[in-house]
């Protein structure tokens, strides 16, 4: 794969990493606040939370009620459990148990009072009828949960503001908020208007603690790919750039080969060529062995020089024995042997017997000594005898000695 795009891969990776990371810290993160409210409108007079209900996610809660009309008088009351349920007495209700997901609370419509012994038994038919039961099936429940004992309960139209049970109470025209911390207590919360109409709709928040794990993981394992996205992206370029380079170099060398050997193909001495012009180098050594009076090799014509002066050429010996000359050299002119020396071997017998025949002399000639002077033509009376030039020697010395 090339370089470059798997460098583009792996950075767009790296973005997409970053923001699915981004996103789970605030797209899909969930809310900072848990709020839930009832599945309907009651149609009870009277909405009551049970023991624990207020602090199933934090102690601190937000109770909000709204009416079904906005010019209604809306009332929050808190108090403990068993006053609320003193309060009520033979009344109806909505109990809120629980939630049944973070936006929907658990009801259950109270329409009966059992003895003590049949609590079991009205608790699990009041269970049975929720907040989505028929008018006609609660009045069934009713009538079963009478014949084991139990009373149904019947709207006396009270109206909760004017009782002095609670510990704190919050009234509005259409709604009405009130925040409290539950820890450790158990505080309960009745919800009504003024006794005589439907309860107004109950509304549970709390603040949570929302954690995004993704967020950091997201982020670092993002950062590592975009930025080794990035490193192998410029290293591409930096490659490339490299290659480039090289080749523009690679060719650039190969035009200047080219031209220079275009160049040279003229000017390249040719071996043997005498006629030739010497090189600068060849110049540099001639004139070189010429101060230093060395020998000097002219490379066109193989001639040896000594201080600048040509030697004159050395004659080749054959190259054997057995080489033939021709029939018209003389032998003793290829020998090159003088009157008085000795005879040169290799001759054949013929050529030596002539050299030898012109050496001996004529057996009736007698030996005479002859002076040097008649050898040479002079008379001998002109010359003085050894006696004569004894008393001439004597003579000249007593005549220098007489002049000193």
Same mark, same amino acid.
């Given at each position: ?21 981004? =996103? ?6 969930? /809310? ?34 709204? !009416? ?45 009072? =059992? ?30 949960? /009478? *014949?084991?004992? =139990? ?24 709604? !009405? ?6 820890? *450790? ?11 005589? /109409? ?59 080969? #080219?031209? #220079?050997?275009?160049? #040279? ?9 005498? $006629? ?12 070189? !062995? ?12 193989? +001639?040896?020089?000594? *201080? ?67 050898? +040479? ?7 003085? /005898? +050894? ?7 004597? $003579? ?9």
């Amino acid at each position: 794969m090339n370089r470059r795009i798997l460098s583009v891969i792996i950075a767009v990776l790296g973005l997409v990493a970053i923001v699915l990371a981004v =996103c789970s810290a605030t797209v899909w993160r969930p /809310s900072s606040t848990a709020q839930a409210s009832l599945a309907q409108n009651p149609e009870q007079h009277y909405v009551v939370t049970e023991p624990g209900v207020l602090s199933l996610v934090e102690s601190d809660v937000k109770v909000t009620a709204t !009416a079904a009309e906005a010019d209604q008088q809306v009332l929050i009351a808190v108090g403990h459990a068993q006053d609320v349920d003193a309060w009520l007495d033979s009344d109806p209700y909505i109990s809120v148990t629980g939630l049944d997901d973070w936006n929907t609370l658990t009801s259950v419509a109270v329409t009966t009072s =059992c003895p003590e012994e049949a609590t079991d038994d009205a608790t699990a038919t009041a269970v049975a009828s929720d907040t989505e039961t028929t008018a006609a099936a609660s009045a069934e429940a009713t009538a079963e949960a /009478s *014949g084991d004992g =139990c009373v149904a309960l019947e709207n006396s139209d009270a109206n909760p503001a004017d009782s002095d049970l609670w510990i704190t109470t919050e009234t509005g025209t259409g709604s !009405a908020t009130l925040e409290l911390d539950t820890a *450790g207590s158990d505080l309960v919360v009745l919800v009504a208007t003024d006794g005589a /109409s439907n309860a107004p709709q109950l509304s549970l928040s709390w603040p949570r603690h929302v954690s995004t794990p993704w967020l950091i993981p997201g982020l670092v394992l993002g950062g590592l790919l975009l930025l080794v996205g990035i490193f192998l992206f410029l290293i591409d370029i930096q490659m490339r750039r490299a290659d480039e380079q090289r080749r523009a170099r690679a060719a650039e060398r190969a035009a200047r080969m #080219a031209q #220079a050997d275009s160049v #040279a193909t003229v000017g390249i001495p040719q071996i043997g060529d005498p $006629n030739r012009p010497l090189t600068r180098r060849e110049q540099r050594d001639k004139e070189r !062995a010429e101060q230093a009076g060395e020998e000097w090799v002219d490379p066109r014509t193989g +001639a040896v020089y000594l *201080g600048g002066v040509q030697a004159p050429a050395v004659p080749q010996a054959p190259a054997s024995e057995t080489e033939e000359l021709p029939a018209e050299t003389d032998a003793l002119e290829v020998s090159g042997a003088a009157r008085g020396s000795a005879v040169v071997p290799g001759l054949d017998a013929e050529t030596t017997a002539a050299h030898r025949a012109d050496r001996e002399l004529e057996d009736d000639t007698p030996l005479a000594i002859v002076e040097e002077t008649e050898a +040479a033509g002079v008379d001998a009376s002109a010359v003085p /005898s +050894a006696d004569e030039s004894a008393d001439k020697s004597s $003579n000249d010395e007593s005549d220098e000695e007489h002049h000193a």
